[in-house]
């Protein structure tokens, strides 16, 4: 279940980060990473194995990126994803997207 949960969160990861450089910003698309989103925080907020795929989400992801993965709703969440942020526990920019999301998929 573990290695499932581990592999599921990394292709919903894959789904809610931005794709490209070109943001085209698409209702389909929009409806996918927030349904991915909504899943990956169903998923962190369960009692056995989430705590697993948090510990697992952390090693690609800002400590500030992660908490609201676990915390914020989903649309803002999902914002976050493709905005530049410099603060110490959330430094994310398109590039560290675009070189994460090279590399999981």
Known sequence: WSAATQAGGIYLLSLVLPQGEDHVEDDHIEKVQEKSISILMTL????????????????????????QLREGPKESTRKA??????????VWNPSMAK???????
């Open 44 to 67: 962190c907020a369960e009692k056995v194995n989430g705590v697993r795929l948090v510990t697992f989400i952390q090693r690609f992801l800002p400590p500030g990126l992660v908490h």
């Open 81 to 90: 994803f493709h905005i530049r942020s410099e603060t110490p526990e959330h």
């Open 99 to 105: 070189k994460l999301s090279q590399e999981i998929n």
